[in-house]
């Protein structure tokens, strides 16, 4: 399989897991957005190949999108197939119209971002495929912002490491105390307040671990800046992140509030927190920080510097591990149990697919 997609679809693992145990043939349509070229196959896995970069301007991906949608329709009629698992909502709204025709209440909904929801017919549309579909899965309750309630709908969680459980929290044990930021580095404007907020004090240090994405030049304005207490790593494995998170002792998931894309999502670091027994430090108007504050796993902060460095402080004084490490564990005694009923529902749309 192409590993973009897997670094971008980490999900697809669970449903592969199943066609497999179950003996239920598959085929994967993919689409590799980094290079052009005709459409490929390795066995079951078919790869569509049209440059169409992540971000920037929506009108220069409209032909890329209509090619996708076209090699899309095609496979799916030549493959004659009965029932369809549907990663990808724009991809689903783009042949909705062949999905409701053929394939109505036989195929999975996976639901993992907010997209094009703010225009009514888009939303619209993807609210009939909730309707129509076996079941739809969100991959946050915070989607309900955009997604009308339904009885079909249920949640999963993109939780791994599930093997990785420490039992006890670092921050307390050691200084100075170590704030980390793990996956892809973004969010330059808010990561800088923060860095300001403990700039060059002794009792933290800053670690980000991952690729820094275009425009998020947070070393280069450290280095301008003299800024010494903030270090900087580069990619990573997951397989990796036990190891990672064994050098910190706070999660770093500041993130902006400038869109439903960001403040209804739940991050991975939510289920690093967790798994790692690292508090976490969320955005304030943030379906995240609203989970953390709720369930007491952290702090959610809003977004200026001084603000910031009062909260933190505080929290790091009037820290209980005890308490923490407890509502931890109830907090993933739920989510294990939600990804359990989840997998539970493939499983049962694949069996009673093998009936039909």
Known sequence: MDTVSFERAPYLKYYIEACNEQNVAYDLFLWNRQNNGELTQN????????????????????????????????????????????????????????????????????????????????RKLVNQLVKNSTFTTLSSRGFLAFIDPNSKIIINHNISNIESIEKSATLGTRKPITIGFVGSVRYKSENMLLINALRNNPNYELLYVGSMVSGCNLEECCNQENI?????????????????????????????????EVTTAIPNRLYDALLFKKPIIASKGTFLGD????????????????????????????????????NCNECLKKVIGEQNFFKGKIRKFLTDNQKE
């Not at 030549?78 to 036989?106: E, Q, W």
């Not at 900087?232 to 770093?252: A, E, H, L, V």
């Not at 369930?295 to 910031?308: D, R, T, W």
């Open 43 to 122: 066995q079951h896995i078919f790869t569509f190949h049209r440059r169409c970069d992540f971000g920037g301007g929506k009108i220069k991906k409209i032909l890329p999108m209509m090619a996708y949608r076209k090699a899309l329709l095609k496979q799916i009629r030549d493959g004659n197939y009965t029932h369809l698992i549907l990663i990808n909502t724009l991809a689903s709204v783009m042949i909705s119209s062949t999905v409701f025709r053929k394939f109505t209440g036989k195929y999975i909904m996976d639901i993992r971002d907010y997209t094009y929801e703010g225009i009514g017919f888009y």
């Open 228 to 260: 010494m207490n903030v270090e900087f790593q580069g990619r990573f494995d997951n397989n990796n992140k036990p190891d990672i998170y064994k050098s910190i002792d706070i999660i770093n998931a500041i993130y902006g509030t400038f869109s439903l």
């Open 291 to 326: 989970v953390v504050e709720k369930n007491k796993l952290g702090i959610a902060v809003e977004l200026n510097s001084q603000s910031i460095k009062e909260k933190v402080n505080n929290y790091v004084k009037s820290f209980d591990e005890n308490t923490f490490v407890q």
